[in-house]
């Protein structure tokens, strides 16, 4: 079981694009790591990068249909056409709900959590100073891995 904490305004900085992050703490049964994830309000669906996915040994599940995702600039995503996603399941100040990430080459970001997560969650954030208030929680779940089974 994956675990992703991310703590309150404090740990909020807005990037060099004017972008929000939110520093994050992700716990698994196995290590702790740190990571940022991306508020986004223009991206229309949450996301999550490969390597993550990979390092957490997150459970990916093959969507019916491939979605083709276009990145900021409308290119198309590296990885092509989106085929699998995660089921997360996201807590706001008491508010939790189970978000589909979709696996896609987000560059430099691990996470990002697009509209479905902010109109769900209707987070307080203050976009000017690029602060959120309250404390977000996600957990995921791991595929079973043969060497970690006691």
Same mark, same amino acid.
Request: net charge negative.
């Given at each position: 079981? %994956?675990? &992703? ?58 969507? %019916? /249909? ?21 089921? &997360? ?31 769900? %969650? ?6 000017? /100073?690029?602060? &959120?208030?309250?404390? &977000?929680?996600? /957990? ?11």
């Amino acid at each position: 079981m %994956a675990l &992703i904490r991310a703590c309150s305004s404090d740990s909020v900085y807005v990037a060099r694009n004017r972008a929000i992050k939110v520093s994050s703490f992700l716990d698994t049964q196995w290590e702790r790591v740190t990571k940022d994830a991306l508020l986004d309000s223009g991206a229309t669906e949450c996301f999550i990068h490969p390597r993550l996915v990979e390092k957490l040994s997150l459970e990916r599940h093959k969507l %019916a /249909k491939p979605r083709t995702v276009k990145n900021v600039d409308n290119s198309p995503n590296r990885l092509g056409a989106v085929t699998h996603m995660v089921n &997360i399941q996201v807590n706001y100040n008491n508010r939790t709900n189970i978000h589909r990430f979709l696996i896609a080459d987000i560059g430099e970001d691990d996470l990002i959590l697009g509209y479905p997560f902010l109109e769900a %969650a209707d987070p307080s954030i203050d976009w000017t /100073k690029g602060t &959120i208030e309250g404390l &977000i929680t996600m /957990k995921g779940t791991a595929e079973p891995q043969d060497d970690h089974i006691a």
